[in-house]
């Protein structure tokens, strides 16, 4: 059985830096491409980034680039992303997923992953 658990969230100022990671068990983890999304409240889950299985490739979308970074550890079975200089509209449950199949390659689509964590709650205040 697959079974994601992020850590890392909490209150942060704005401006300031979290690290989120997300440990993974039960597939070859360094097989898959694994994404990382948020959902706001009373808003629908967007994409924030994605990196491949050897973690050659990653993605972000465009309101986290030059702020957030992706990154993999497959010894360790685990994704991280690293957010700076936070905003306080970036106050948000976040998400991460591991890909369906081998095949696909980093991607902002959530269809894409069939596992997904628990999600960690982080609050930037302004």
């Known amino acids: 059985q697959v079974q994601l658990v992020e850590s890392g969230g909490g209150l942060v100022q704005a401006g300031g830096s979290l690290r989120l990671s997300c440990a993974a068990s039960g597939r070859t983890f360094s097989s898959y491409a694994m994404g990382w999304f948020r959902q706001a409240p009373g808003k629908e889950r967007e994409f924030v980034s994605a990196?491949?299985?050897?973690?050659?490739?990653?993605y972000h979308a465009d309101s986290v680039k030059g702020r957030f970074t992706i990154s993999r550890d497959n010894a360790k079975n685990t994704v991280y992303l690293q957010r700076n200089s936070l905003k306080p509209e970036e106050t948000a449950v976040y998400y991460c997923?591991?890909?369906?199949?081998?095949?696909?390659?980093?991607?902002?689509?959530?269809?894409?992953?069939?596992?997904w964590g628990q999600g960690t709650q982080v609050t930037v205040s302004s």
């Open positions: 997923a591991s890909a369906r199949k081998i095949t696909i390659p980093a991607s902002r689509i959530p269809d894409m992953y069939a596992y």
């Open positions: 990196i491949s299985g050897k973690g050659r490739t990653t």
